[in-house]
Antibody, heavy 119, light 108 residues
């Protein structure tokens, strides 16, 4: 059974860089035909797709975040990473990692990690 | 950019049928997935590929997609169905994964 687990600091200062990792177990992150991505949810609000990375390393970002976001994978460690630079209070959210593709739904999700941006 | 529009809230009495809509330009040409999210939990797929139910999802959940509207239909609604529901598509024109704004289902 595929499992995803987010980790990282729960508090980030404004203007700094938010860095999260997602450990994938029970399967290979390098599996053909699947992408890996990040979704966030501000408190009390809806889901927002942040970006995705394909099995070949191609990246796709939400245009509203593209200038500040970097998504990468380390296939040797089965890790997915997210960096969001120059954060503000509006980046406070629960951040989820998930498996997805252009054809399939987001069928496996991590439990999510709450990241607060505050001084 | 492509936009998915959901009603913020839907209310239904127990045992009745709830219909949650997801509007988008020619959404009938896209594959729509629906997620249920309970407080403090990650979303779970309840309908994928417009009309199909993943393993373990009750038959009371069904979907439709035609023209400019997709819908999640929940028959014989139970108290446990009270959740937030989100529709989602992949937009090939922009290469983006998109979510609707979400609908809070209240069981009266």
């Amino acid at each position: 059974q595929l499992q995803l687990q987010e980790s990282g600091p729960g508090l980030v200062k404004p203007s700094e860089t938010l860095s999260l990792t997602c450990a994938v177990s029970g399967g290979s992150i390098g599996t053909n035909n699947y992408y890996w991505g990040w979704v966030r949810q501000p408190p009390g609000k809806g889901l927002e797709w942040i970006g995705s990375i394909s099995y070949s390393g191609s990246t796709y970002y939400n245009p509203s975040l593209k200038s500040r976001v970097t998504i990468s994978v380390d296939t040797s460690k089965n890790l997915l990473s997210l960096k969001v630079s120059a954060v503000t209070a509006s980046d406070t959210a629960v951040y989820y990692c998930a498996r997805l593709s252009p054809v399939t739904p987001l069928d496996y999700w991590g439990r999510g990690i709450l990241v607060a941006v505050s001084s | 950019s492509y936009v998915l529009t959901q009603p913020p809230s839907v209310s239904v009495a127990p045992g009745k049928t709830a219909r949650i809509t997801c509007g988008g330009n020619n959404i009938g040409t896209k594959s729509v997935h629906w997620y249920q999210q309970k407080p403090g939990q990650a979303p779970v797929v309840v309908i994928h590929y417009d009309t199909d139910r993943p393993s373990g999802i009750p038959e009371r959940f069904s979907g439709s997609n035609s023209g400019n509207t997709a819908a999640l239909i929940i028959s014989r609604v139970e108290a446990g169905d009270e959740s937030d529901y989100y529709c989602q598509v992949w937009d090939s024109n922009s290469g983006q994964w998109l979510f609707g704004g979400g609908t809070k289902l209240t069981v009266l």
